[in-house]
T-cell receptor, first 109, second 114 residues
Framework: GIQVEQSPPDLILQEGANSTLRCNFS?????LQWFHQNPWGQLINLFY???GTKQNGRLSATTVATERYSLLYISSSQTTDSGVYFC???????????FGKGTRLHILP | KAGVTQTPRYLIKTRGQQVTLSCSPI?????VSWYQQTPGQGLQFLFE???????NKGNFPGRFSGRQFSNSRSEMNVSTLELGDSALYLC?????????????FGSGTRLTVV
């Protein structure tokens, strides 16, 4: 099945810093989403972005479907940005959504 | 509009018992998916329901089952609980099956098996 790899696995930054999270996938996909899981376990949908670029405040995402990767940019990080960021692709030919292992982001005050 | 509602939020069960978790999707959403999240395996797909029919199933044993009602609410059941079933169980709803519109997740049910 399709493989989804996220990097880096962990990231520690000072408040105010910028960061780039990456998601690579092994096969063509019709759908790709970025989620933020807060410390209480809630998965918040950040972007639905099968291709192109989207921006929402300090966050933006770019998916280059032909090269099978997506990037999530966080600018001027705040402590509330801490948590785990997941990339999810699909449903694909096997009709399943596959999540990456996530990037754990810790923003220090 | 209300989001995806999962109940209960927390649950403690003993080995061998069974458990039923509930998920109410966003009004108008007809597809409900279930996921298991553990520190070791990450987020894994359990199953997806649409119009009261299971449309897709992950690689979990038969102890894990589910159903969907005519109002799109879904329940999942785990029988003969094992310690390894301790996890955060997340439900997601979407407008249609195999959606191009994205999924919205509930807050999850944290199950602890002792």
């Amino acid at each position: 099945g399709i493989q989804v790899e996220q990097s880096p696995p962990d990231l520690i930054l000072q408040e105010g810093a910028n960061s780039t999270l990456r998601c690579n996938f092994s096969d063509s996909v019709n759908n790709l989403q970025w989620f933020h899981q807060n410390p209480w376990g809630q998965l918040i949908n950040l972007f639905y972005i099968p291709s192109g670029t989207k921006q929402n405040g300090r966050l933006s995402a770019t998916t280059v479907a032909t090269e099978r990767y997506s990037l999530l940019y966080i600018s001027s990080s705040q402590t509330t940005d801490s948590g785990v960021y997941f990339c999810a692709v699909g449903p694909n030919r096997d009709d399943k959504i596959i999540f990456g292992k996530g990037t754990r982001l810790h923003i220090l005050p | 509009k209300a989001g995806v509602t999962q109940t209960p939020r927390y649950l403690i069960k003993t080995r061998g018992q069974q458990v039923t978790l509930s998920c109410s999707p966003i009004s108008g959403h007809r597809s409900v998916s279930w996921y298991q999240q553990t520190p070791g395996q990450g987020l894994q797909f359990l199953f997806e329901y649409f119009s009261e029919t299971q449309r897709n199933k992950g690689n979990f044993p038969g102890r894990f089952s589910g159903r969907q009602f005519s109002n799109s609410r879904s329940e999942m059941n785990v029988s003969t609980l094992e310690l390894g079933d301790s996890a955060l169980y997340l439900c997601a709803s979407s407008l249609v099956l195999g959606t191009n519109h994205g999924y919205t997740f509930g807050s999850g049910t944290r199950l602890t098996v002792v």
